[in-house]
Nanobody, 128 residues
Framework: QVQLVESGGGLVQAGGSLRLSCEAS????????MGWFRQAPGKEREFVAA????????DYPDSMKGRFTISRDNAKNTLYLQMNSLKPEDTAVYYC?????????????????????WGQGTQVTVSS
């Protein structure tokens, strides 16, 4: 059974940093794409970052560029999201996701529908 478990969320002041982790089990994800999404109350789920099966990341949304960095440790079957210079508008539940298909385009990797497995989410709250 495939499981994704996020951790590392919490309450932080604006300008602070957090590192989210997503530990995968039930399958080796090193050869498949993985991503981070977030959802704020009353809003749709939003793409944050993704790493392709080959290991390279795709473009970040402009609002996160230069502040967020995705990485993976294949030996630990773990995905990370380093978030720096956090802003109140980054407040959301952050979800880890994994896909089954290796060859999605960068555009496709930004769509939640193209991921088959999801974690339960971890809350990130940024105070002003």
């Amino acid at each position: 059974q495939v499981q994704l478990v996020e951790s590392g969320g919490g309450l932080v002041q604006a300008g602070g940093s957090l590192r989210l982790s997503c530990e995968a089990s039930g399958r080796t994800f090193s050869n498949y794409p993985m991503g981070w999404f977030r959802q704020a109350p009353g809003k749709e789920r939003e793409f944050v970052a993704a790493v392709k099966w080959s290991g390279g990341s795709i473009d970040y949304p402009d609002s996160m560029k230069g502040r967020f960095t995705i990485s993976r440790d294949n030996a630990k079957n773990t995905l990370y999201l380093q978030m720096n210079s956090l802003k109140p508008e980054d407040t959301a539940v952050y979800y880890c996701a994994a896909g089954d298909y290796r060859y999605y385009s960068d555009t496709s990797l930004k769509q939640p529908a193209n991921y088959n497995y999801w974690g339960q989410g971890t809350q990130v709250t940024v105070s002003s």
